[in-house]
């Protein structure tokens, strides 16, 4: 899987490499190979070992070593899994029980599996449909299946976690002076003693202090251009916290900005912990674009191995008056940023979404229909 800034992130389990057409391989680790697929029916029972095996196979495998799949899967027949390729299509895979003994021998047919380098695009087609056609012999009946359905809900639940360790550093995007005040004041109060590198949105790039930048929001080259700034001046960085949804809640339409900082994030090789993406509502549609960014909590996983994301939605324009008329808004976000501040202590790694003053996180839960009735809900006509 290729990273957001053009580069292979290291992911556990993963091996790759480039085959040349020409390649013969060396006649001892060929044997070797073959030996190691026998064996490797023989570790089931040892999950670690079973395990180390198939790492090395597909080590070896990645490097044009061919693979029996018949050694590998024993008496099973292995058949093909159709696996989700997007991660947003919210798609449930199940791998079948295998067929029983009985049902094998009476069709008298078998997999032939054959894994295999070099193939041209065509012959991997052609392989994939030769074993179809040998999976599913003619007159075959469909396997039956349980249509499933699911909801994603939101469950009221307090912060119960144990703090998850101090955060020494955190880079903040805020732009307003009296934003970023509110944010050391909280972090003041709170007894920590972490350093706030403040982001602010100006016409220029801007090196205004080594805990204060100015950038174009619009160029990216800025954006990186911050981080390995920080990355020079601090030993390292636990959370980099996006909240300029915060200050002004019309910034929820506007994903482009994240973007641009994850793209930063990789380009700069910058290692945090923690990112956390938050953001006020005050309308319906506001709720709507911020309820979109979950979309990068449950996907930076796939290309940020390391790096932990997570959502925060807050409600806003129901706070009651506070101080003088006119700083409804400066109490909202201080407000908020108390908010953000105990998730980020807290180590909570899900969407949360605060909504008339109570904590709530997002949950999926089977839902089950009657006969006859639709999973799908019927629009009003327009």
Known sequence: MTGLGGER???????????????????????????????????????????????????LYCQGYELDGNELYGNSSPHLVRLPTYPFAREYFWVSAPASEASRSSSGRSISLR????????GVQAAV?????????????EEAYELMTFEEVWEPQPITEPPAGAVQTAICFLSRPESKQAARDIVQAAGANAKMIFISQGAAYAK?????????????E?????????????????????????EDSGHAADYSSI????????????KPRRSLLAGRYETHLERCHLDSWIGFERSLGLVMPGLKTSVVLVESGKEPQVGPQG????????????????????GTEQSVLYREGRRHVSRVRPVRTQQGESPLRQGEPT
């Open 9 to 59: 992130d290291p992911m556990p389990n993963r091996f790759e490499g480039t085959v040349p057409r020409n390649f013969t391989g060396q006649s001892m680790l060929a044997q070797y190979v073959e030996k190691l697929q026998r064996q490797a029916r023989t570790l089931l029972g040892d999950p670690a070992k079973y395990r180390e095996a198939l790492y090395a196979l597909a080590d």
């Open 115 to 122: 894994l295999r380098n070099g193939k041209s695009k065509q």
């Open 129 to 141: 449909r030769e074993t179809q056609q040998i999976s599913s012999p003619a007159g075959s009946t």
């Open 208 to 220: 205004n202090s080594p805990l204060d930048y100015s950038i174009p929001d619009a160029d990216q």
């Open 222 to 246: 800025s954006y990186e251009r911050a981080l390995r700034s920080v990355m020079e001046d601090h030993q390292g960085i636990d959370a980099v916290l996006y909240l300029r949804a915060v």
């Open 259 to 270: 973007v641009r900082l994850v793209k930063a994030i990789s380009a700069a090789r910058l």
């Open 327 to 346: 700083h409804e808004r400066e109490w909202a976000v201080k407000d908020a940023l108390q908010k953000l501040w105990a998730e980020l202590l807290s």
